[in-house]
């Protein structure tokens, strides 16, 4: 059975996406929405697709069994609930909102209806993760410290801290859905942001650009998460590490390490998480078996309320409790 597949956003990566269900087979890629309908042809001329400007359009016009989602994350609620109400599944792309007030409602609609998600925490996906989860799965870890360090993005609603939510809540998810993922859930968070460099240097800055986490997990472990937004292009640093008495497991998204007992082994990414997030969430479309998706809206969002307490934190200069 051929699966009729929507999207909406017009930008880079709903690109990413479309290019891999068009080389998917039994996948027609038939409609896309932009923020205008001309947007939404430009895009989905290249795939044959029919362009719209509103959901609502989109839906009365065609039967489609599932929707992806990639809009920034001022942009979420109405596209959700137009697909809720219709019983759509969807696939959806971090983080789930800029604060937790649009996507906690959403989450009582979908968890009524038992409506199919999967949020794009494509991380979960790698051989590698997968591979660390198993090697952490006889250790007690001792610390784990994370980071993503780069440079600020060039669009103007990532800069402003209503629209975007921050580095932490927009990008440095990846690293805080890992810690969640491998280790278990956060307890309390205590967050210290600051502003040193980016707004001087750019108009319409109201984004931290330098930050540190400090989390507490259920398990009893401490961890660290640090971000900033202040380096030149091309320079840069993302991963998670994990200490203990065994060794060190330190994972980037190009190659895990895993020293322990005085030998050293590496293990290069193979694969491609995106293919597999996709094919994890169109498999259940199918057959209504959710057991290979990572991440579904549920799982989003307690990453969501993780990196909006850290904001929360910095912003009152106390711990928060979860």
């Known amino acids: 059975m051929t699966l009729n597949i929507g999207i909406v956003g017009t930008g880079w990566f709903s690109k990413v996406h479309a290019d891999l ?5 039994d996948v027609n890629l038939a409609a896309v929405c932009g923020s205008s309908k001309a947007k939404g042809e430009e895009m989905a001329r290249p795939y044959g697709a029919e362009g719209y400007g509103e959901i609502t359009d989109m839906l009365d ?3 489609l069994d599932a929707v992806y989602i990639c809009v920034p994350p001022q942009s979420h609620g109405a596209i959700e609930r137009a697909l809720i109400k219709r019983e759509i599944p969807f696939f959806i792309e971090k983080p789930l909102g800029s604060s ?3 996507p906690a409602s959403l989450l009582q609609e979908i968890k009524e209806k038992n409506l ?3 949020v794009g925490y494509h991380f979960r996906y790698q051989e590698n993760i997968q591979r660390l989860k198993a090697a952490l799965a006889g250790d007690k870890v001792g610390m784990i410290v994370g980071q993503w360090m780069g440079g600020m993005p060039g669009v103007a609603w990532w800069r402003n801290q209503e629209q975007s939510g921050g580095q932490f809540t927009e990008q440095t998810t990846h690293i805080v859905d890992l810690l969640r993922y491998l280790s278990g859930e956060v307890t309390e968070v205590y967050g210290l942001f600051g502003n040193r460099i980016m707004h001087e240097k750019h108009d319409g800055v109201t984004v931290a650009d330098v930050g540190t986490v400090s989390l507490k997990l259920a398990s009893g472990v401490i961890a660290n998460i640090s971000n900033t937004c202040v380096l030149p292009d091309g320079v840069g640093r ?3 590490s994990f200490y203990n008495d065994n060794g060190l497991l330190d994972w980037n998204p190009e190659r895990l390490l895993e020293s322990r007992g005085g030998s050293s082994e590496e293990y290069v990414n193979t694969g491609n998480p995106y293919l597999r997030e996709s094919e994890a969430f169109l498999h259940a479309v199918r057959t209504g ?3 290979r998706i990572l991440s579904d809206y549920e799982d989003g969002y307690k990453t969501l309320k993780v990196t909006c307490a850290a904001f929360e934190s910095a912003q009152s200069g106390l711990p928060v409790k979860l």
Do not use: F, N, Q, V
Request: aromatic content about 0%.
């Open 289 to 291: 078996d959710r057991s």
């Open 116 to 118: 199919l998600t999967s």
């Open 100 to 102: 937790t007030e649009i």
């Open 61 to 63: 016009a065609h039967k």
């Open 238 to 240: 993302s991963g998670i």
């Open 21 to 25: 269900l068009a080389g998917m087979e």
